[in-house]
């Protein structure tokens, strides 16, 4: 299970034909992680003239991985900022109330988690499928386990290929 929380978690809000997406609420822990490596495309408000609409505060992230959009709405700090590169397990934000609710504030504070294949509302993919997290509601968790002295360790090398020598760098990394 991926989800942008890291630990225990609530589903509140069912992916369904009119809501693309999931809303999640931490139990653990408020931060939001990134669920992929990928290029943060978009990070701030979806209207800066209107906070109450959509996404409120939202970070967009492209999945190096798979080139799928992934959003993380209503989001009360943003940690990140657009264009920047993000791994998996980053702290991109902290989950929040900003933007449109129906009705207002009945949900309170949580992460609209949502998937597409573009850059534009519409082209929703099912989170649920994708992240592994179940559509259904109740409390989760997503399995993540942080690890405590990781050592690394780097071999280099020369490989020849066809009389082209690579350079060659591999990072070994023991406790994973």
């Known amino acids: 299970m991926n989800s942008p929380y890291m630990g225990n978690f609530k589903v509140t ?33 979806e209207n800066s003239t209107n906070k109450k609409q959509g996404f409120g505060q939202y970070v967009c992230i492209k999945s190096n991985a798979d ?9 009360s700090e943003i940690k990140i900022k657009t264009g920047d590169n993000v791994n998996i397990t980053d702290i991109i934000g902290v989950e929040g109330h900003t933007g449109h609710t ?20 519409g082209n929703d993919l099912n ?23 990781v050592s690394h360790e780097t071999i280099s090398g020369e490989l020849t290929i066809n009389n082209k020598k690579y350079i ?6 023991s406790g994973f």
């Open 102 to 121: 129906i009705p207002d504030n009945e949900q309170g504070s949580h992460c609209h988690y949502c998937i597409r294949k573009q850059y534009a509302k």
């Open 13 to 45: 809000n069912l992916y369904t034909t009119s809501h693309d997406g999931l809303d999640l609420v931490g139990l653990d822990d408020k931060n939001i992680h990134s669920t992929v490596t990928g290029k943060v495309i978009f990070a701030g408000w």
């Open 67 to 75: 080139g799928f959009y992934y959003y993380y709405g209503h989001l």
């Open 127 to 149: 989170v649920n499928i994708i992240s592994g997290i179940p559509n259904a509601y109740g409390v989760y968790n997503d399995g993540y386990k942080p690890k405590e002295n």
């Open 168 to 173: 060659i760098n591999l990072i070994e990394k």
